[in-house]
């Protein structure tokens, strides 16, 4: 232990409704705190979600890669680079029940994972849902304030689980057996390449095996009236 850790002194609170926050106080310096921001930016910097809190909205940023942090003169400079091509940030504004205006992020999509009756459903012989890989990749890759993820009821097709669907821009793409951590990384490859090319295309082998036609006027059917 370092002689700046050695002088921390730890504490506990305890909330009203019991539980408890541990904490430590620490000397406000370059040698305790360098260590500590490096370790932040360097090693946590998918978890980070920054931005100034305004009256009726919180902008949320996140960090698309891990940053480029340099030290001069006692400031710590975190440059996030440049954006995609296509990212902008979008916002509109609704009001709710009681009138209050809220301000609302516009995002370019929307990725439905199912949790329905049949989908994960291992009891029956369903093969579980990667659940945790949707979320993973979802945090680490940057894009939540582009795409969102719903983790949903049925999503119907109860034949074919695990069901998942695809909202980009105006289109539709259903996508039955997702059923692997690779077929999750597939499909975020696939939401990757949307948002870089900042239009919908088709997705490609081997992930268009698993692609099905649920409405009239999916994007990857004819049949469009």
Same mark, same amino acid.
């Given at each position: 232990?370092?002689t700046a850790?050695?002088?921390?002194?730890?504490?506990?609170?305890?909330?009203?409704?019991?539980?408890? %926050?541990? $904490?430590?106080?620490?000397e406000?310096k370059?040698s305790?705190l360098r260590?500590?921001?490096?370790d932040?930016? =360097?090693?946590? #910097?998918?978890?980070?979600?920054i931005? *100034?809190c305004l009256?009726?909205?919180?902008?949320?940023? !996140?960090f698309?890669? =891990?940053p480029?942090?340099?030290?001069?003169d006692? $400031?710590?400079?975190?440059?996030?680079g440049?954006?995609?091509p296509?990212?902008?940030?979008?916002? %509109? !504004?609704?009001?709710?029940f009681?009138?209050?205006?809220k301000?609302?992020?516009?995002?370019?999509?929307?990725l439905?994972?199912?949790?329905?009756? @049949? @989908?994960?459903?291992?009891? =029956?012989?369903?093969p579980?849902?990667? +659940?945790?890989?949707?979320?993973?990749?979802?945090?680490e890759?940057g894009i939540?304030?582009?795409?969102?993820?719903?983790?949903?009821g @049925?999503?119907?097709?109860?034949s074919?689980p695990?069901?998942?669907? +695809?909202? $980009?821009r105006?289109?539709t793409? #259903?996508f039955?057996s997702?059923?692997?951590n690779?077929?999750?990384?597939?499909?975020?490859?696939y939401?990757?390449?949307?948002?870089?090319?900042?239009?919908f295309?088709? *997705?490609?082998?081997?992930?268009?095996?698993?692609v099905f !036609?649920? $409405?009239l006027?999916? =994007?990857?059917?004819?049949e469009?009236?």
């Amino acid at each position: 232990m370092s002689t700046a850790q050695s002088r921390v002194t730890p504490g506990v609170e305890t909330s009203l409704e019991g539980g408890k %926050t541990r $904490y430590r106080y620490f000397e406000a310096k370059e040698s305790v705190l360098r260590p500590l921001m490096d370790d932040l930016f =360097a090693n946590h #910097w998918s978890h980070i979600v920054i931005g *100034p809190c305004l009256e009726g909205v919180v902008y949320e940023i !996140q960090f698309e890669k =891990a940053p480029n942090v340099t030290h001069s003169d006692g $400031y710590m400079t975190v440059d996030l680079g440049k954006k995609q091509p296509g990212a902008m940030d979008h916002f %509109t !504004q609704a009001t709710r029940f009681d009138r209050e205006v809220k301000t609302l992020r516009v995002v370019e999509g929307n990725l439905f994972v199912c949790q329905g009756c @049949c @989908c994960r459903n291992v009891e =029956a012989g369903n093969p579980p849902v990667p +659940l945790e890989r949707f979320k993973k990749e979802w945090k680490e890759r940057g894009i939540r304030s582009r795409v969102h993820l719903t983790v949903s009821g @049925c999503l119907g097709l109860c034949s074919v689980p695990n069901i998942v669907l +695809l909202m $980009y821009r105006g289109e539709t793409v #259903w996508f039955h057996s997702i059923n692997s951590n690779h077929d999750v990384v597939l499909i975020y490859d696939y939401i990757e390449r949307l948002l870089q090319l900042n239009r919908f295309v088709s *997705p490609q082998e081997p992930l268009s095996r698993k692609v099905f !036609q649920r $409405y009239l006027t999916d =994007a990857l059917f004819p049949e469009r009236p």
